[in-house]
C-alpha cells in the first residue's frame, strides 16, 4: 500500500463519516422542527392556533396552550376552511377577520370608505389614519406565518382596546399565501419557555394605551416572521390586496390609499359632502384626486391648506415622490393646487390633472368603485398604482385635483431613504425590472383596447368601419 492510496482511503473513510454525520444531523433537525414537542421536551413554545388539531400532539399541550390563547380570546380562531382564493390562486382571502362595531351604522351614512393595506407590522399607522379620517376603513392585512398571526391579534386586540374609533371603523380582511398550510403551529423561538410565552402575551394584553409604537413594534418583533416567510413577504402581491382592501368596501365610492398616507382630519365627511354636490354626481367617470404631500417628521399635522403651502415654500413638505420619483404624481401640478383656494371652503375641483405628464401618473384618489381594478398580474414593487391610473384612462375616465382637501406622508422621501441598502435594493430592482416588462405588454393591451373601442364608436355613428391605416 503505498502512502499515496493510503491516503485515498483515509478520506473516504472521513468523507463517509462526515456524511452519516449529517445526514444524522439533518433528521434530527428535520424530527424537532415537523414534530410538535412535548412540554418538557424542548425549551420552545409551540401554539396551535387553529381548532383542527395535529393528531400527534400531547393532549398535555393542546390544554394548555389552547387555554392560554384561543379560549381566552388573546388570538382568533381562524376557519381555515373558508377562504376564498384570488384568480391565479396564489393567496387564501379571508374577509370580516374583525369588523367595526359600527361598520352598518356607519355604512347607512357614509357612501365612501378608505381602502387600505400592509403587512402586519405596518398597521402601527391605522389608529392615526382612522382618527384623521373619520369613517370606514377597509384594511387587508398580509400575513406570511403564524408568529404573524399571533402577532396580529395582539395588535389588534391592542388598538380596539385604546382606540375607538378602530374599533367601531376598522374593518379587517387577512390574505395568506396559499403555501402556508391550513394547520398552523405558532412556533415562538425567540421566547425561552412557555411560561416566558404566556408572560409575553398577558403583558401584551396589559400594555397600558399611551404605549409608543416603538414599544409595540419592539414587542412585536419578538414573535415576528422567521426565515420561511421571508420570500413570501418580499413578493407582497400589492395589487391583491387593494383589490381586496376595496371590494370589501361595498360603498359607491372608494380612496384607495397607502397605508402610511394620513388624510387631513374629517376628510370622510368633507368628501361625502362633495360627492353629493350636483357637479360629481353628474360628472361621469370621474376620478378626483386628493394631493398628498411627505411632510418633515418634525413638524405637527398642518391645520390648513395655506399652513401646508406655507410648509413646501420653507421646504418643510414637498409633494409625494418629488425626489424619488417625480413623474408619478406630476400630472396632479402641485404648483397650480398651491395657488387655488386657499380658503377652507368646502371641497371642490381646483383644476384637471395635466394629460400630457400621465405616463406614469399614480395619484392617490377618490373615484366610484366601477374603476377598472388594480392588475393583479404586478407583484412586489413598480407600475402596481400607475397601471391602473393607465388602465382607467383607457377607459375614459378622467383625473381633476380636489381642493383644499390633502393627506400627508410622514417623512421626507429621497432615493437613499426611501430603500434600505442591500438586500432591499436589489430585490425592489429585480421586481421592477420584471413589472416593467409586464407593463410593456399591458400597454400594448390598452392600446389595442383603445382601437377597438375607437371602431365601435364610429361604427355606432357611421354604421362602418373606420379605415384602420389612419391610425
Ligand atoms: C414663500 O416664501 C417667500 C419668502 O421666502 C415669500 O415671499 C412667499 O410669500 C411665500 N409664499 C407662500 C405661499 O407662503
Ligand atoms: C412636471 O410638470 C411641470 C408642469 O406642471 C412641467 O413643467 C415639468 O416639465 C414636468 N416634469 C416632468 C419630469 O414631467
Known amino acids: 500500500m503505498t502512502v499515496r492510496t493510503y491516503t485515498k482511503l483515509h478520506l473516504i473513510v472521513y468523507l463517509a463519516i462526515f456524511t452519516v454525520c449529517i445526514v444524522t444531523l439533518k433528521a434530527i433537525l428535520h424530527k424537532s422542527t415537523s414534530e410538535p414537542r412535548r412540554r418538557n421536551e424542548s425549551p420552545n413554545l409551540e401554539i396551535e392556533i387553529s381548532d383542527f388539531r395535529v393528531e400527534e400532539q400531547s393532549v398535555d399541550f393542546e390544554e394548555q396552550t389552547e387555554v392560554s390563547l384561543i379560549d381566552t380570546g388573546f388570538v382568533k380562531e381562524l376557519p381555515f376552511y373558508r377562504a376564498r382564493l384570488d384568480r391565479r390562486r396564489l393567496i387564501k382571502i379571508y374577509d370580516w ?36 379620517w373619520r369613517g370606514p376603513v377597509s384594511l387587508a392585512v398580509y400575513i406570511t406565518n403564524p408568529n404573524e398571526w399571533v402577532g396580529l391579534n395582539l395588535l389588534v386586540n391592542h388598538y380596539r382596546k385604546c382606540h375607538p374609533l378602530f374599533r367601531d371603523y376598522v374593518s379587517i380582511h387577512l390574505a395568506i399565501p396559499v403555501q402556508i398550510e391550513n394547520t398552523w403551529t405558532a412556533d415562538l423561538q425567540q421566547l425561552e419557555d412557555e411560561e416566558e410565552a404566556e408572560k409575553f402575551v398577558t403583558s401584551f394584553t396589559n400594555l397600558p394605551c399611551t ?20 420570500l413570501l413577504m418580499e413578493n407582497y402581491p400589492q ?50 384626486v386628493v394631493p398628498t404631500f411627505e411632510l418633515d417628521i418634525k413638524q405637527s399635522y398642518p391645520a390648513s391648506k ?29 404648483k397650480r ?36 381594478e388594480f392588475q393583479e398580474r404586478f407583484i412586489g414593487y413598480g407600475f402596481t398604482r400607475s397601471s391602473q391610473t393607465q388602465e382607467a384612462l383607457t377607459e375614459g375616465w378622467k383625473f381633476q385635483v380636489l381642493t383644499p382637501v390633502f393627506a400627508i406622508h410622514w417623512g ?24 416593467r416588462r409586464i407593463f410593456k405588454r399591458f400597454m400594448i393591451e390598452l392600446e389595442l383596447r383603445r382601437k377597438l373601442k375607437q371602431e365601435a364608436n364610429y361604427e355606432e355613428k357611421h354604421g362602418t368601419t373606420p379605415d384602420f391605416s389612419k391610425y
Open 412 to 435: 421626507l422621501q429621497n432615493r437613499e431613504t426611501l430603500i434600505n441598502p442591500g438586500n432591499e435594493k436589489i430585490i425592489r430592482r429585480r421586481q421592477t425590472f420584471f413589472n
Open 337 to 372: 393646487w398651491a395657488r387655488t383656494n386657499l380658503g377652507e371652503e368646502p371641497i371642490k375641483v381646483s383644476h384637471k390633472a395635466t394629460r400630457k405628464y400621465m405616463q406614469y401618473y399614480e395619484p392617490f384618489y377618490i373615484s366610484p368603485s366601477n374603476i377598472p
Open 97 to 132: 377577520v374583525w369588523t367595526g362595531e359600527r361598520w352598518d351604522e356607519l355604512l347607512s351614512s357614509f357612501s365612501i370608505c378608505l381602502s387600505t393595506q400592509g403587512s402586519m407590522d405596518r398597521i402601527m399607522s391605522v389608529p392615526e389614519l382612522v382618527e384623521a
Open 239 to 288: 395589487n391583491h390586496m387593494r383589490n381586496i382592501a376595496e371590494k370589501a368596501c361595498g360603498t359607491e365610492w372608494t380612496f384607495s390609499t397607502d397605508i402610511d398616507i394620513i388624510p387631513r382630519p374629517d376628510s370622510a365627511t368633507l368628501l361625502q359632502d362633495f360627492i353629493l354636490t350636483d357637479y360629481v354626481q353628474e360628472c361621469q367617470q370621474c376620478a378626483f
Open 306 to 334: 395655506k399652513e401646508l403651502v406655507q410648509l413646501w415654500n420653507s421646504s418643510l413638505a414637498q409633494p409625494f415622490h418629488f425626489d424619488v420619483f417625480l413623474k408619478a404624481h406630476n400630472a396632479t401640478n402641485y
Open 211 to 230: 404605549t409608543s409604537d416603538k414599544v409595540l413594534q419592539h414587542m412585536i418583533k419578538k414573535i415576528q416572521a422567521n426565515e420561511d416567510s421571508k
